[in-house]
Each structure stands twice: as C-alpha cells, then as structure tokens.
C-alpha cells in the first residue's frame, strides 16, 4: 500500500503536486489479506532499546509519515475499504482517507495508550474530528477496539457492511458514480472538505507527543 501511494507521489517531498497529469479520480485502499486490512507498528520499535538499528526505524516513520501526507493533498479521493483489523498505524491510515467503509469483519483501534504511548501522525486529532471529544476520549483513554457497527454508528467510519460483497458493491458504486464526475471539481471539494480537517499544526502536535519520556518509562 506504502509503495502504491509513493507510486503517484511527486518525486521529491517538497516538490508541488503536478496538475497538469492525469490523477487517478479514485483510489480504493483494500486488502486480499482475510481479516487483516492494515496493522500498527511492532511496538518494540518505540521501546527503549530499538529492535532495528535507528535509521531503519527513522525511515519507517517517515514513509508513514510522509503517505498520510500524500493521502491529504493529492488531488485523488482515498476510500479505505476495510474487511479486517485496522489498529494503531492502520486506524491512523484509516481516518486520514477522505472515506473509509467497513465490513463485517472489521476491528479498529487505537491500541497505543495502552502500550505506553500515543497516536501520532494526525491520529487523536482526526478522531476529534470525526466523533467530537468526549465520544473519541471514550475509545482512545482505554485503548478500545470495536468492530464495524457501532465504529459507523460512532462516526468512525462512515457505513458498516453486513458481508463483504455488500461492502465492494457499495465502494464500487461511490467510485464508479466519482469517475463520470469532473476531476477538477472533485478536486476543489476535497480541498474545501479538508480545510474543516485537522491543521498541520495540530497533525505536527500529534506527532511530537510519540514517544515522550513519560511513555518511555512506561516501557522499561
């Protein structure tokens, strides 16, 4: 999935988004993998002692990091159609999709304040948004996950699915309604949409608080 984002990423991180090409109206973030859409880092990785030597991690981060970005300002709309576990890194991945539907076997969660950390990259902000304060306060304080009814009935995701074909018929119907639609002003919505979204500032706040020595201590 990393790699597909990049493939339609600029070619360097400060280079501007070209929109003289051709951008894909739609692009469905899906997984073949039963049960499993997309999961968190192995939390080792923010332990006091890093299980992989410090670049490797450092480049971890930053692709994800650096795919969350592209997701919010490539002029293409991200569905995240989701059948499976999507916790930590997958949920952040998730609420950053200017959609996301779930099917039956859905389980999100935001997993790290119970492994002695917080969820960065736009994470806690995001669920604000989609759920307003007291309700997100209620899964993120306990780490709770819950599956794809009562996320849709939260605001966590936008439907819930009873079976998976239910869940592809109806991604299928939105992106194919999308693609007879002009590219420029899906474009522009999507532009005035995010603007009501999480600030850079708030997204860069949610990243400085991973991994701070409070947590840290919580892990040795």
Not at 129 to 148: C, D, K, N, T, V
Request: charged share 15%; net charge negative.
């Amino acid at each position: 999935m990393y790699d597909f984002v990049q493939s339609i990423a600029p070619a360097a991180p400060d280079t501007d988004v070209n929109f003289n090409i051709t951008w894909p109206k739609v692009v469905i973030l899906s997984s073949d993998i039963e049960h499993f859409w997309v999961g968190s880092y192995d939390i080792n990785l923010l332990g006091p002692t890093d299980k992989l030597d410090a670049a490797t991690t450092t480049k971890i981060f930053t692709e994800t990091i650096q795919t969350s970005a592209l997701i919010r300002s490539l002029p293409s709309t991200f569905i995240a159609e989701i059948n499976g576990i999507a916790t930590g890194s997958g949920n952040e991945l998730l609420v950053t999709c200017d959609m996301s539907f779930a099917g039956p076997d859905t389980v999100v969660g935001m997993i790290e304040t119970a492994a002695g950390n917080t969820e960065g990259n736009g994470g806690v902000a995001y669920m604000v948004r989609r759920m307003g304060m007291h309700r997100a306060a209620e899964y993120l304080l306990p780490s709770q996950s819950i599956g794809a009814a009562e996320a849709a009935e939260a605001g966590w995701v936008n439907r819930a699915y009873g079976s998976a074909d239910e869940l592809t018929s109806a991604v299928d119907a939105i992106a194919n309604r999308m693609a007879i639609l002009p590219a420029g002003s899906l474009n522009a919505t999507k532009v005035a949409i995010r603007s009501f979204g999480p600030s850079q500032e708030q997204i860069n706040a949610d990243l400085a608080s991973v991994n701070q020595p409070e947590c840290k201590r919580l892990h040795t």
